[in-house]
């Protein structure tokens, strides 16, 4: 964080394969023009859930699998889920016929869901098919094998498939989000669903764990710990669950981030003085100093494409954001509302850059273009908002809040539409990051 121009911290999955079968915030105006990547509620699909099948004695997956795919589906911000009415024809469990779903089509469903489960011992056998309301053929059917610990799971690669059928883009119900917090005592790191469920605890350091950051193919987290007692930057392998040192200069070493290509990683440095901008390869290799101001600068965020890189920096007195190329050239301010902005955050598409910003003394989210011509505040209300980060497909926002604890994370459209808390503990969550 930066305060009053200086700058100081404050705290605040099993596998499974698939086979192929055949509250809200307003925004300001200006949200629409830049961050137009959401579908208002009437131009979404009308989607229903025709009926899900599961075994007699088991019946209470139903209302799991509904739960979780309707959850799914209204994220993914192209589908307007709806509850159509019951048809006796589907209570023996077999796949509807064309025209019962042009029956359902005329009750106003674009598309139908129709969901069979099966279970043998631990293993269940998922089959989904989707089917269009106006001719009643199946547009898609796959079948998923996991166990049933694994379910909702399942259920999110369903989704995500459904939504790549309607768009040819990966839906983001099976991504995770890790974020930093103090839930065992200590300032952890944890790890969840995107929708907030199956949280787990990764880092067991008792000691501060910040700022985490996804490697490019999500397999693994980069991150500042003081485990050591100093702050260094780790690095942690999911796959393996291997740690290790990645940067240990004298001094603070913090917010680290990788490149879009996961060849290059930026972080901020003290090593010399200020805290400064450095970047180097995944090898450790090519150490080069980014900025070279006299003031601080810290929280590089990498475009897109590699080329340029947001940063925060009280150069010009206050927190500002800043821009700069990857090889630190053409440096230039991009916010001037506000005499506090902080934590840059680039969108997946380009398009825009959310940070933390102070309006009336509290902090919010807000958003501007690139080339600064456009700016929109997200969030407003009661509490402190900050350290905002992008969904991978950049319809979504999360971000840490005391709007209603100590600490929670929310997640809203990219908007700032559609609010929703997805943690409930308290605990000073904050610092969240949406692998990829």
Known sequence: MIRGGVFRMRW???????????????????????LGVTRSEASRIPLGILYVVTPADQARYSSEIRMVLEGDLRRSQLFRVIHPPLYPELTGGEAPSAELIKKAGRQDLQAAVWISLAQKGEDLTLEGRVYDGRTGQMVMGKRYLGQAQYLRAVVHHFSDDIVFQYTGERGVAGTRIVFSSVLSGSKELYLMD??????????????????PTWSRGGNAITYT????????????????????????F??????????????????????????????????GKALQKLTLDQSDSLSPSWSPTGAEIAFTSNRGGGPQ???????????????????YNTSPAWSPKGTAIAYACRVDGRLRI???????????????????????????DGKHLIFSSTRMSSGDLFMMNADGMEMERMTFSGAKNNSPSWSP
């Open 321 to 339: 954001i800043y821009m700069m190329n990857a090889d630190g050239t053409n440096v230039r301010r991009l916010t001037f509302t506000g005499d």
């Open 194 to 211: 995107y929708d907030g469920y199956n949280v787990r605890k990764i880092t067991n350091d008792r000691s501060l764990n910040l700022s």
């Open 250 to 283: 004298s001094g603070l070493n913090i917010s680290p981030a990788w490149a879009p290509s996961g060849n290059d990683l930026a972080f901020a440095s003290s090593q010399d003085g200020p805290t400064q901008i450095y970047r180097m390869d995944r090898d």
């Open 225 to 248: 710990s003081y485990r050591d007692g100093t702050p260094a930057i780790y690095t942690l392998d999911m796959v393996t669950g291997r740690l290790w040192k990645v940067i240990g």
């Open 12 to 34: 605040l999955g099993g596998l499974f394969f698939l086979m192929l079968i055949g509250a809200g915030v307003r925004a300001s105006e200006g949200a629409e023009i830049f």
């Open 366 to 392: 807000c958003a501007v273009s690139p080339d600064g011509t456009k700016l929109a505040q997200l969030t407003n209300g009661s509490g402190e908002d900050e350290s905002p980060n992008w969904s991978p």
